[in-house]
Nanobody, 128 residues
Framework: QVQLVESGGGSVQAGGSLRLSCTASTFTYSNSCMGWFRQAPGKEREGVAS???????VYADSVKGRFTISRDGAKNTVYLQMNSLKPEDTAMYYCAATDPWRARCYVVTLNSDRIGYWGQGTQVTVSS
């Protein structure tokens, strides 16, 4: 079983910053592509950013230049640094991982069909 432990959500004014963290087991961290999805009320879940074990990254167009995803192998943790936040970034943010037992992930993706495991979600609220 894959467990993803998230932290770091909160409320901030537009233009502010937040950092989300997602910690996994060593096996998951070493083999899964991990990333973040978000879902706002009344909207579909969308991919935000993803990173492979090799460090490859992909971002949604809406966050490019503002958000940065990174990995810390010493902590088995993936981070999402969110700068220049906008009210439209308000959503529940979910950490996600591909299934580490199916295959090691080499190609990053924002396709939720490839996600095998989800975190519990952390709320990000940006006020104008």
């Amino acid at each position: 079983q894959v467990q993803l432990v998230e932290s770091g959500g909160g409320s901030v004014q537009a233009g502010g910053s937040l950092r989300l963290s997602c910690t996994a087991s060593t096996f998951t961290y070493s083999n899964s592509c991990m990333g973040w999805f978000r879902q706002a009320p009344g909207k579909e879940r969308e991919g935000v950013a993803s990173i492979s074990p090799g460090g490859g990254t992909v971002y949604a167009d809406s966050v490019k230049g503002r958000f940065t995803i990174s990995r810390d192998g010493a902590k088995n943790t993936v981070y999402l640094q969110m700068n220049s936040l906008k009210p439209e970034d308000t959503a529940m943010y979910y950490c996600a991982a591909t299934d580490p037992w199916r295959a090691r992930c080499y190609v990053v993706t924002l396709n939720s069909d490839r996600i095998g495991y989800w975190g519990q979600g952390t709320q990000v609220t940006v006020s104008s």
